[in-house]
């Protein structure tokens, strides 16, 4: 793997990468938040609960560890800030269930979405709020956005900066 890509093939592996994210999430989303209320709940949130945190410390460990060029790392870090983490958090939630048992308010897919994205964020409106376990949920997803947010502004100055001295000294 080349370390500065620059052709759709030295590209290949981190697109793939990415629609990964994309695809793995998105179907968790969907799944978890579309069980009937028969089979969600406690149980089934607490192991998605634990499998989401083993993939959010994967991919932070991933990130770190594995993606040395910082076009790639931008790459896949706004994938994951846009869609693969809001769209995972939201997949917990529905998988707690509806009915106020996680979020109050929430009675379909798309709420714990836009509740997700909402805590992602920090925005907080307040229409919708945690409850119970998903008090603790909402508040690991903030974090996450801020760490994730955090990350994503100093790779992007990183890359900006490493290009701006390149161009600077032809």
Not at 45 to 56: D, F, M, N, P, S
Not at 78 to 106: K, M, N, R, T, W
Not at 126 to 147: F, M
């Amino acid at each position: 793997m080349p370390a500065d890509p620059t052709t759709f093939e030295d590209w290949k592996p981190t697109l793939l990468a990415a629609l990964g994210l994309i695809l793995v999430s998105t179907m968790a989303w969907y799944l978890l938040s579309h069980l009937n209320e028969a089979t969600a709940g406690t149980t089934i949130g607490t192991a998605t609960t634990i499998g989401l945190a083993l993939l959010l410390l994967w991919q932070t460990w991933y990130y770190m560890t594995r993606v040395r060029n910082p076009k790639r790392q931008l790459l896949l870090m706004g994938i994951s800030f846009i869609q693969a983490v809001p769209f995972l958090f939201a997949a917990v939630y529905g998988s707690y269930g509806y009915h106020d048992l996680c979020v109050e308010g929430a009675r379909r897919p798309s709420d714990v979405l836009y509740f997700s994205y909402v805590t992602f964020t920090t925005v907080g409106f307040g229409d919708l709020r945690p409850i119970g376990v998903c008090r603790a949920l909402a508040v690991a997803e903030a974090i996450t956005g801020y760490i994730l947010l955090g990350l994503f502004v100093a790779a992007a100055v990183g890359l900006y900066g490493r290009t701006h001295r390149a161009r600077r000294n032809l």
